[in-house]
């Protein structure tokens, strides 16, 4: 059976946390010489030295944990299949040689080496280990008909509580990772929206809004009921000091729901014993308040994966007569379709990258008679892409009347002069009455700007990561989509791939096997929309398609990622 660690096990690992364990100088020791753990330990009382006095939830802690604990893997005997198990001879081995460790005491001042035998034998293991399995509340289960536990190779159990998976944000990775870790852990979803919205398909609905019905989906609808979800936004995460996993927290932004009945009162206390824990935890318990802000609550991890997407940071707040729009915002988008276009003669938008082109696109087409004014710092549409995609944007936009181009060029600011209008650093004056970002890419990273993550971020706001996604310094924590410092493009697509691999690599880990590692392509596919009806589709240095086919293609790959967001 494989295993994590090694045998020479450190007593201070199941001394309990309230414990002060000291490390002493002496290495050469005949004990140590044998390989054994020799610690000084002030409470004798907080070591077991038999099996009643093991700390149950220590033990579960313990034998769950990555780096000492069991691993699960697939078995297979005769003709059947094992998946996630472990056998009762690896768990009698495991206890074995974590609760039987030498020692080092002060005792008035003199040190004494004493032996912490908790099984003397592999009887008393297997004994302490059929009476745990067939307590009420039980560590494990047996993954046979047989509900007995047998000290053999050939038996096979399964931990009855699944390892705890916290995935933080809902988008293109979090959803993927939820669906592939659904049956295996115990998944939980937190995203400050209640639904996927496939983002890359939003310019769309800056002139048709019912499109919008099109590309969202709640988290229900494609989630198990076993999955949790929050509805909320992350305000810090800290990772344990010891033994892997972590605490998030964060605050919820699910609006309550209205209602006239009043909030039920706490029921009385319905014996001493009751009363007296609770005053007996009352430090514990104000403690716990002090480290929780106003609103917030929190969720403790095994793994954690974070998705959190990126956003928009507009330079530029709207004036009287200017009005600013985040174009990635669904309800900035509405809301300027209802309110602003109507009465605007000129339109301003800002950045020639897949949005901006794509939003002024369908602004072309829905209103041939205002006037679309296009202002970019770069000199070039698609500046990262081929030069043929360039050409082609270009144009496209020269053959309409009602385009301006104002190409390599920054916007300096915004003014309500001459009816509302877009200033450049040329000293350019762009009539507008609503300009559309597109421009300002920021990862959502924020949360993370703390003593254990800082430094491990980018100035970009990116997360450092491995090959294998995980976040340089944490094992268990795993960054994905435009959160990760990956050489490429941030695009759902590799939001997707780095999903399919988080997920394969969080199993892995569970199983103690060799990560995957994520090799970024040289290039992507990108499909372009040039209106409702035409786009173009583009891939490393050359446009393969453009028209009607490329639309419709676009279109099937839109319907494909909302059909996998459905049950």
Known sequence: MEEKGSGEEDISSFVHNDTMVVHTDEENSEEEKKGNSVEEVKKEKSVPTNPSEIDLKNLVKRVRSLDEGLVQ???????????????????????MRNYNVTRKETENGNTIIKQATVFPTRRDATAFAEETLRRSLKLFSSASSNPSFFDSSSYFY?????????????GFAGSKVARKLERLFDVTLIDPKAYFLCVPSLPMTVANPNHMDRIKSNHTNYLPTQTTLITGKITNVKPNKQGGGGTVYYVSTLEPKETDEPPPSSPPSSSKKSTKNKDKNKGKDKEKEEELKDGEEKIEYDYLLIGTGSRYVIPWQSKNKVKVVNSIDPSQLIH?????????????????????????????????????????????????????????????????????????????????????????????????????????FKPNTDFLENEHFKSFLEKTGELKVKKTLQVEGYEDVFAMGDIANTPEEKLAQTAEAHGEIVAQNVAMREKGRKLVEYEAPKARVMLISLGPKKAMVIHGDKVYFEGRFASTLKGLVEAKIMRERQR
């Open 336 to 440: 300027s379709y209802e309110t602003m276009l109507p009465s605007a003669d000129h339109i301003a938008v800002i950045g020639a990258g897949p949005v901006g082109i794509e939003l002024a696109c369908e602004l072309l087409v829905h209103y041939p008679n205002k006037t679309i004014s296009i202002i970019a710092s770069q000199p070039l549409f698609l500046h990262r892409q081929c030069k043929t995609a360039h050409k082609n944007v270009l144009a496209f936009f020269q053959s309409c009347p009602n385009v301006k181009l104002i190409l390599g060029e920054k916007v300096k600011e915004l003014s309500d002069d001459e009816n509302g209008c877009v200033i450049t650093d040329k000293g350019t004056i762009v009539p507008a009455q609503i300009v559309y970002c597109c421009i300002g």
């Open 73 to 95: 893997k697939d078995h297979h005997y005769y003709l059947m299949n094992y998946k996630n198990t472990f056998t009762g001879a690896a768990l009698v081995d495991w206890l």
């Open 158 to 170: 399964t931990f009855t509580q699944k390892r705890r998976v916290v995935i933080l944000g809902g």
